[in-house]
Structure formats: structure tokens, C-alpha cells
């Protein structure tokens, strides 16, 4: 390890530790419902009928999912995984648990898409947990990643909660490739939340995002995006959204060279 904080490897106030946010009672993050459904818009359409989220934390995104075969959440953090088994309770087709990417884990009955939101950054050694996350989704089925993008935005905030580092779509194809998976998709969203996080972490000195700031952000910055992510081919952006498909005959990592 580095002299950064500790990662998403230790279970106990995991959560915490990566989002900058405590596992509170309540269901939280009601402040962002428009970027939600944003990231929702962008990711479920690469999804099957069985998906498993990792890093699920309060399982808002999560919740999103209606109609499918079988929707497994899991966290790292054992009051996250509390508090979404409690979540859950009601949906015959959730399950809930506490799942460690940082070992060798795998899902008993593997499923057609792993969705990871705001996780791969946490590792140091990226490929492997792509290749352990891999090991949970059927032949043929993809790994949908959402990571924060571009170096140029890393900021004290991204140190305190354990960023190794943020990406670019190239890089990201990298470790997709190293994995021994087959990249269909890499490509930069949020060209505006990118400009606004820039200004805020790197200007501004920010040290985290702002209740109110977030607020107005979802409600004005959002609708935005949505526009020109349909008008314009983004450049840039605060995140990085790829789409792995694991080979029929499952993953295979290169060698470390």
C-alpha cells in the first residue's frame, strides 16, 4: 500500500472510506435522483436479466432496477449489506451479501451483467479484480464500469478516500485487455460535471462535494449533460464508462510482464 487511505480491501467502514459518506439509517443520497437516472440511462441498457452490483453501498442506484430474473447487491462493508438486505426485503428476486473483490470470491450462480460504480479505482491492481469479478458472470455476459476519469481532475478528495488513480478511456480499455476481457465500449460522460469538479476540487480547494452544491448540480448541470451527450461527441469528462464482455471461455489475464 501507499500512503493513500486505507482501500475497499477491509471491510469494516468500507463504505465510509470510499464515498467520503457514513452508513446512516435513513436511505440517503436523495439530494442526486437526476444523475442517478442519468448513470441508470447509460448503464442498463448493456445489462441482462441477472445482474450483480458490487460496491452497492446504500443500493440507490440499485433500486433502479425493475423486472429482472434476479438482482444480486453486495458490499464490502457489513452495515452497508445490512442496511440493504433491509432495503430488499419486499423484492423476492434481491439478494443481498457481503462480497470482498480484493480475494478470490465468486457468486454460487454466476450472472449475465457485473455493474461496478465508482470501484475499480480502489484497487491497486486493477486487471485482478476484473478478472475476480469475471468469475461471477457467465460466459459471454458483460462487466459494466463507471470510474472516475482523468488524472487531470485527481484531487485531495480522490487521496482521502483511496483513489489509486482516475482514468481515461485508454486506460481503462488496458485493464479490461489485461484481464482477459474484450472491451465493446470506453468512453468519457459528464463533460460537464467534469468542468464543475475541476473548478470546485482543483481551484476551489474543495476538500468534498457540498450538499447544497450537489443539489443545485442535479437539478441544473444533469439536464445539461443529458443534452449535449446527445448533440456532441464528448471529449472529456468527470467519469469513464466501459463495458467489458467476458469470452465464452472466461477470462483469460495476460501475464504480468
Given at each position: 500500500m501507499t500512503d493513500r487511505e486505507p482501500s475497499m480491501t477491509s471491510p469494516e467502514g468500507a463504505f465510509a472510506r470510499a464515498t467520503g459518506r457514513t452508513v446512516p439509517a435513513e436511505e440517503g443520497g436523495a439530494d442526486k435522483p437526476r444523475y442517478r437516472r442519468y448513470q441508470y440511462d447509460l448503464i442498463a441498457p448493456h445489462c441482462g436479466r441477472s445482474v450483480l452490483e458490487v460496491g452497492a453501498g446504500l443500493g440507490e442506484f440499485a433500486a433502479q432496477f425493475t423486472g429482472l430474473d434476479r438482482l444480486v447487491v453486495t458490499d464490502v462493508d457489513p452495515d452497508a449489506v445490512a442496511l440493504l438486505k433491509n432495503r430488499f426485503a419486499d423484492r423476492a428476486e434481491v439478494e443481498a451479501h457481503q462480497f470482498d473483490l480484493a480475494g478470490t470470491q465468486a457468486l454460487d450462480r454466476p450472472v449475465d451483467t457485473?455493474?461496478?460504480?465508482?470501484v475499480l479505482e480502489h484497487f491497486e491492481d486493477d486487471a485482478h479484480v476484473l478478472a475476480v469479478l469475471a468469475r461471477s458472470v457467465v460466459p459471454g455476459g458483460t462487466i459494466v464500469l463507471w470510474v472516475p476519469g482523468y488524472q487531470s481532475l485527481y484531487s485531495e478528495f480522490d487521496r482521502r478516500v483511496g483513489h489509486f488513480r482516475r482514468y481515461t478511456p485508454a486506460t481503462l480499455r488496458d485493464a479490461i485487455r489485461r484481464a482477459g476481457l474484450a472491451c465493446e465500449l470506453a468512453r468519457p460522460v459528464n463533460l460537464l460535471g467534469g468542468v464543475a469538479w475541476w473548478a470546485a476540487m482543483r481551484l476551489g480547494k474543495v476538500q468534498g462535494p457540498k450538499t447544497g452544491?450537489?443539489?443545485?448540480?442535479?437539478?441544473?448541470?444533469?439536464p445539461a449533460t443529458r443534452v449535449l451527450d446527445r448533440l456532441l461527441p464528448i471529449p472529456f469528462g468527470q467519469s469513464v464508462l466501459a463495458v467489458a464482455r467476458v469470452p465464452d471461455g472466461g477470462p483469460r489475464a495476460e501475464k504480468a510482464r
Open positions: 457485473a455493474v461496478a460504480i465508482n452544491a450537489v443539489g443545485v448540480y442535479d437539478r441544473v448541470v444533469v
